[in-house]
């Protein structure tokens, strides 16, 4: 080994090289496992959706086979028979571009507990008087089943303070203190809107779409592989800084260290007098 290349055997260039040999296939890792996810998000987030148009083709299922709702069985088609109770408006929803308003009508199953049911959608701000009043007597509804939704999530808002007949998400927890009955944890979307109002398409389940955290894993793999590369940059930093100082050493340019010396120090002068 070269002279100015000997200080890479000292204990300390020893602790920066064993650093320096776990940090990048540390980080190496970290990054090839957080775009696993982002991979595995976007494959979830196709299969979703690939299974919301092939729900649209199958035959309906009555709501007690598939329940509770999850990613296998957000989607489906299924039926409910009952009889509509209240009514209520959801703001700020977009459909086609345009800004609107769902129409939730509470349909009360034979079960006892009641199906928020969104019959169709209206342009403009919610008006309970655009709103159409729902068919009386029992019904049959059929429409695809959805997961309740999280206020903050997907679109949905989390701003409270609406006016009476309102809510910001179709959820059994949001609508337990509007409603005078217990909600299904789930609603359903007509296939055939009521009364000329615009059908809500499905979508596909909370977590399978490319939302925040899909790319913020996108982010993070990033973040990873930039860190390896740092790792890499700051060893050749320091080594090349080393071997400049011992090729300075060397030709005198810089002194050694104390407590390291490269040659024998003189004998010291005899004492004056001997």
Avoid at 43 to 67: C, F, G, I, T, Y
Wanted: hydrophobic content about 40%.
């Amino acid at each position: 080994m070269e002279v100015v290349y000997r200080f890479l055997l000292t204990p300390r260039w020893w602790g920066i090289n064993v650093f320096v040999l776990l940090a990048i296939p540390f980080c190496v890792f970290m990054g090839s496992w957080q775009l696993g996810r982002f991979e595995d998000r976007v494959a979830d987030h196709r299969a979703a959706n690939e299974q919301v148009s092939s729900s649209k083709r199958e035959a309906a299922r009555p709501l007690a086979e598939l329940l509770p709702v999850d990613k296998k069985t957000s989607g489906k088609q299924t039926t409910a028979t009952g009889r509509y109770g209240k009514q209520l408006l959801v703001p700020d929803r977009e459909l086609d571009g345009k800004r609107g308003y769902y129409v939730v009508t509470m349909l009360r199953t034979d079960g006892g507990k009641a199906l928020p049911v969104v019959r169709g959608w209206l342009p403009g701000d919610a008006d309970a008087a655009k709103a159409p009043a729902a068919p009386a007597g029992e019904v049959t509804v059929t429409g695809a089943l959805q997961a309740s939704e999280s206020p903050g999530s997907n679109g949905v808002s989390a701003a409270g303070g609406l006016p009476a007949g309102q809510t910001g998400a179709i959820s059994a927890a949001s609508l337990v203190n509007l409603v005078p009955y217990d909600v299904y944890d789930a609603w359903v979307t007509l296939t055939k809107a009521d009364s000329g109002m615009k059908a809500v398409p499905a979508t596909a389940p909370q977590d399978t779409g490319l939302d925040l955290k899909a790319f913020q894993n996108l982010g993070y793999t990033g973040e990873w592989f930039v860190f390896a590369g740092f790792v890499v940059f700051m060893w050749f930093r320091l080594l090349r800084r080393e071997v400049e100082f011992a090729r300075d050493t060397e030709l005198g340019l810089a002194e050694e260290p104390a407590g390291e010396p490269t040659h024998e120090p003189a004998d010291e002068p005899a004492a004056a007098g001997h």
